[in-house]
């Protein structure tokens, strides 16, 4: 079964501070993608990070960065100098030709 | 960025009645569109997969007479729920896969379902 576990229901972390989210996940096929998104309270899904997985270079996007480790099927999402504004539901996710899969979520606290 | 909506954004149906939801891509098309669930402080399940001119395929334990998925174009999939039950009430997102890069993926606002 192709799944994707996220084993941290709650985090919490400080303004400013650096917070790391983990995420696992097990496939069969080789051409994926991997994804961070968050859900704000609207329930608006944004698209945080993207990750290939033919590509061994972790992606970046500004304060958000992900330790791709593909041999362990691990994809972790770090976020530095921590906001107010990104506290949210965090979803791991991966898309194959066929579908798309996501974890059960992190719910991220930023304490001012 | 890819703007995909969702209408309507909430709806209440009375029980046995069927709603139709609509999932458009506004300035893309999309081969394939997800449809997926989400109850209240839950995760996305994944409904069904929707291919532009073909049959929905759907996951293990969704009823496909009871929800019924239709494509008819490369900018719009429609979720109906037919027979609609309390039980059904929830919250309903669609996403679009851009067919110019194959994986990227925009989510529609979502649908919420309310049954009584």
């Known amino acids: 079964a192709q799944t994707v576990t996220q084993s941290q229901p709650e985090m919490s972390v400080q303004e400013a501070e650096t917070v790391t989210l983990s995420c696992t996940y097990d496939t069969s096929e080789s051409d994926y993608y991997l994804f961070w998104y968050k859900q704000p309270p609207s329930r608006q899904m944004i698209l945080v990070i993207r990750q290939e997985a033919y590509k061994q270079q972790n992606a970046t996007e500004n304060r958000f960065s992900v330790n791709f480790q593909k041999a362990a099927k691990s994809f972790s999402l770090k976020i530095s100098d921590s906001q107010l504004g990104d506290a949210a539901m965090y979803f791991c996710a991966y898309l194959t030709t066929w579908d798309m899969r996501f974890g059960a979520g992190t719910r991220l606290t930023v304490k001012p | 960025g890819a703007v995909v909506s969702q209408h309507p954004s909430r709806v209440i149906c009375k029980s046995g009645t069927s709603v139709k939801i609509e999932c458009r891509s506004l300035d893309f098309q999309a081969t394939t569109m997800f449809w997926y669930r989400q109850f209240p402080k839950q995760s996305l399940m994944l409904m069904a997969t929707?291919?532009?001119?073909?049959?929905?395929?759907?996951e293990q334990g969704v009823e496909k007479d009871k929800f019924l998925i239709n494509h008819a174009s490369l900018t719009l999939s429609t979720l109906t729920v037919t027979s609609a039950h309390p039980e059904d009430s929830s919250f309903y997102i669609c996403?679009?896969?851009?067919?110019?890069?194959?994986?990227?993926?925009?989510f529609g606002p979502g649908t919420r379902l309310t049954v009584t």
């Open positions: 929707s291919n532009e001119g073909s049959k929905a395929t759907y």
């Open positions: 996403s679009a896969r851009d067919v110019r890069t194959g994986y990227e993926q925009y």
